[in-house]
């Protein structure tokens, strides 16, 4: 198994119950998982348990082999070699495009940076925005920008947290099968959370429903037919 989450519990604070509760997941290499749920189902507390950004009561996270997080054990966010790409604070707006990318990028020569940078953006396709600002491209390409981001320092695992949910629906449907293709060319295990099961049908390999922090049901989606 390439990403194991055993039995997590979290519980805010000033919570009179856990938001998570025995949540459970494997992943294989190179998977996309949608996890689907309500508002306040615990999607996003889920994702920041994974990145590292709160501490669990229980339970056990491994990436790639690595423990994460145990009873013992607490890796910290910059070293759990995830890559992020949330909805709101994608990009850093006083930044370039090719800034924006590089800030990820350590333990790399200028030169290896550069290369980086170039592949990353001839894979989203916008090599000749490389000089731009956040605010001079359209929604999509900022949403590229940012996958393109969090995939230059070649994360072992990817989270979404609501991707597509700042962009108009013709564009939602269009950058959701780019980034699907994107992420299979790449072949990156991914996680995304959304409360849309049209896009979790269609960018999965399988959906998570969750429901007050508990899994209520995992499935496998079925590969559209061809006719
Ligand atoms: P989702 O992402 O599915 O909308 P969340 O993970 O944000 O759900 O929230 C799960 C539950 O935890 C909800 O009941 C929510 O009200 C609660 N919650 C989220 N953030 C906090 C917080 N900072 N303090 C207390 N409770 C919180
Ligand atoms: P995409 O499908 O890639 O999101 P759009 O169809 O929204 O692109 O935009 C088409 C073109 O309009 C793009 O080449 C982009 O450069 C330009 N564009 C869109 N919004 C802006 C903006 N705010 N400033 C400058 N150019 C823009």
Redesign the pocket.
């Known amino acids: 198994m390439f990403v194991q989450i055993e039995d997590l519990v979290y519980q805010y604070r000033n919570a009179s119950e856990p938001a998570i509760k025995n949540f459970s997941l494997q992943l294989n290499e190179g998977e996309i998982i949608a996890i689907l749920g309500e508002s306040g189902s615990g999607k996003s507390t889920i994702l920041r348990l994974l990145a590292g950004l709160e501490t669990p009561k229980s339970g056990m996270i491994i990436i790639n082999g690595q423990k994460m997080v145990d009873d013992h054990t607490f890796i910290p966010p910059e070293k759990r070699g995830i890559g992020m790409v949330f909805q709101d604070y994608a990009l850093f707006p006083h930044m370039t495009v090719e800034n924006n990318i590089k800030f990820g990028l350590r333990h790399m020569t200028s030169k290896q940076k550069q290369k980086r940078i170039e592949e990353m953006l001839e894979l989203v396709n916008l090599l000749d ?1 490389k000089k731009r600002y956040p ?7 900022q949403q ?1 920008v940012a996958l393109a981001r969090a995939l230059a320092p070649a994360p072992s695992l990817l989270l979404f947290d609501e991707p597509f949910s700042n962009l108009d629906a013709s ?1 939602q449907m ?2 959701r099968d780019e980034l699907k293709q994107i992420l299979k060319q790449t072949k990156s295990t991914s996680i995304f959370v959304t409360h849309d099961q049209v896009d979790a049908a269609a960018l999965a390999d399988r959906t998570v429903l969750i429901e007050k922090g508990v899994v209520k049901n995992i499935s496998k989606v079925e590969p559209p037919k061809s006719y």
């Open positions: 925005y605010y001079e491209l359209s929604g999509g390409q590229r564009l269009k950058i």
